[in-house]
């Protein structure tokens, strides 16, 4: 009976239309044909109404017209107590579902009607005209032009004008507003074609050793984690990304520290979380000694303080001679005795 229950279980989650959510209830919506009663969201998830208050309002709705709801009838239907059912109809007269209404018989005798609303909020909003639809436009058939014949000779009798027969002008046919563009969808369907798979990393050369070591690795899994049990094939194909670990200097327990942690549950493709660990966690290559080393600074050239042969003043110059002064003063004397006039 378990294995019957089970199968159909499976069966009706297959059925059940798009992906099916990670976490939270699954719902398995089979449409009723009989029995059956139609209960609105703000009644089934009020959020002032206690679950008792929604659970009585619902059994009410479900029970015909001119069916008795009072306290002891709805106590004898439920296991709540008289107290909790008169509560729960306070509830309901509270947020307008249930009204107890006074009417006088023709007796002089008053009794209590009580009546149940599934919608109290649309007892308060105007009620729009129901629109009809317009009537069909008779397009009139196309008449043969007149044939023209002579008037008769007019006699004198007065016939009573014929009264005006209004004529209606066609009513305009409604045309169909054109489409409004709609905007891409920001989630894909689920037809939409998948982006292919990053492959494998592959190390720049497999030695022995490390195929033996990778082999070793994937193999040992199983003593760690039994859900990580693998195929010889599945080993294979999963030798040369273990391999590159290996030969960028990563430990064996940390590949199987990232490789194992935290697996979803239930893990039902354990090579497909592998494949994709070993390709989004592959760690850089270590750095050559080369590449820690801080790069040089460039060297500055400085020009060398000088002494002036005349002044014995300091001065930079790559080359030792005189000073600017000095040397202004030495060509003023050549300029003089060449007789060159110099400027004040």
Known sequence: MDTQQSTALARALAEVPGPLPTSGVI????????????????????????????????LIQSLPQG???????LAARCKEGEKRIAAALRELEAH?????????????????????????????????????APAPVQVPAPVAAPIQ????????IQVPAPAPVPIQAPAPVPTAAPPAPQAPPLVPPPTAPKPPRPPLPQPSLLTPELDRAATALLSDLRRHAPQFTLSE??????????????????????????????????????????KHRLTALLPPPLPGAHDLV????????????QTCDDCDRAFRSPTP???RDCRETRAQHEHRSEGVPVAA
């Open 27 to 58: 719902h398995i919506t089979i449409p009723h044909t009989e029995r059956f009663t139609v209960v609105g969201n703000h009644l089934a998830q009020h959020p002032d109404l206690s679950c008792t208050a929604i659970g009585v309002a619902v």
């Open 67 to 73: 069916a008795e709801i009072s306290i002891k009838a």
């Open 96 to 132: 307008g579902y249930l009204q107890r209404l006074r009417h006088r018989l023709s007796g002089k005798k008053v009794i209590t009607r009580t009546v149940f609303c599934n919608q109290p909020a649309a007892l308060v909003r105007p009620r729009r005209p129901v629109a009809t």
């Open 149 to 156: 014949v002579p008037a008769p000779v007019p006699v004198p």
């Open 233 to 274: 094939d599945h080993i294979r194909q999963l030798v040369p990304a273990v391999a590159t670990w290996l030969e960028r200097d990563a430990d064996p327990d940390t590949i199987r520290r990232a490789l194992t942690d935290d697996p979803p549950q239930p893990l039902r493709h354990p090579v497909k979380l592998l």
């Open 294 to 305: 801080a790069p040089a600074r460039p060297r500055v050239a400085v020009t060398p303080f």
């Open 321 to 323: 001679g005189h000073c």
